[in-house]
């Protein structure tokens, strides 16, 4: 299966083969063009191995471990650029926090300073983020770009559809650290202590004082 693809002047055909685990694409030898390609989201790579550490996105496929903490990577590359919240190479002198970068410190020192540089055009609000600003056009637009591949729900935001997915796996990585309850919402479980070992009582009955604990 070929096709065409124009890039400004240049042109190139890309070749997939339906069976093969490697996807791809030949140019031309007079007009090169970037000879890998991801049939799931259209990126085009210069290398293989490049392809093949991209597509363990799509998979989940995470090999790559942290040694001082549980979180794993897709590549060796992001678990490099992770360790650096180990270290104190990115760190704020407001709060001590370490980030992953130098770009990652200066967004999150907004966070001190207040600083909104990003403007929505529509209603005015400002964010610290330009990635905030975008999810929160959505809520202008009615874009819903992340679907759900177990049912037919979709949701302007990825986090959301994070969220959302947890009803079908059962997830549940928020834990109580008063009892052995566990919730797929950080909201639920901070309602569970608000209501059972704080006992607030948010659910009273007026008429007999019974009230609903979560």
């Known amino acids: ?46 290398r ?26 897709t590549n060796q590359f992001a678990l490099k650029i992770h360790m650096n ?9 407001e709060c001590g926090k370490c980030c992953q970068s130098n770009f ?19 209603c005015s609000k400002r964010f610290p983020k330009l990635p905030a600003l975008v999810n929160h056009r959505r809520t202008h637009s009615g874009e819903k770009l992340y ?11 990825a986090q959301h559809l994070k969220t959302h997915l947890r009803v079908h796996t059962g997830d549940k990585p928020y834990k109580c650290s008063l009892c052995d309850k566990s919730f797929s919402q950080s909201t639920h479980l ?4 608000y209501c059972v070992h704080q006992k607030g009582r948010p659910h009273d009955c007026h008429d007999c004082g019974n009230w609903e604990g979560v």
């Not at 293989?48 to 001082?68: V, Y």
């Not at 919240?85 to 760190?91: F, I, N, T």
């Not at 200066?106 to 300073?113: A, D, E, F, N, V």
């Not at 679907?147 to 935001?157: E, G, I, L, P, V």
């Open 1 to 46: 299966m070929c096709y065409s693809y124009c890039t400004g002047e240049s042109s190139f055909e890309v070749k997939i083969e339906p069976d093969s685990p490697d996807i791809s694409e030949h140019p031309h030898d007079d007009k090169p063009g970037p000879p890998y390609l991801c049939t799931v989201c259209d990126k085009r790579f210069t």
């Open 48 to 73: 293989k191995r490049t392809l093949k550490d991209h597509k363990l996105i799509h998979t989940g496929e995470k090999f790559h471990s942290c040694t001082q903490c549980e979180k794993r990577f």
């Open 85 to 93: 919240v180990h270290s104190s190479k990115y760190k704020c002198t």
């Open 104 to 122: 990652l410190l200066t967004i999150h020192r907004r966070s001190h300073s207040g600083e909104k540089p990003f403007e929505c055009t529509v």
């Open 147 to 157: 679907k759900c591949y177990m049912c037919d729900k979709a949701f302007s935001q």
């Open 190 to 193: 901070q309602r569970h202590k």
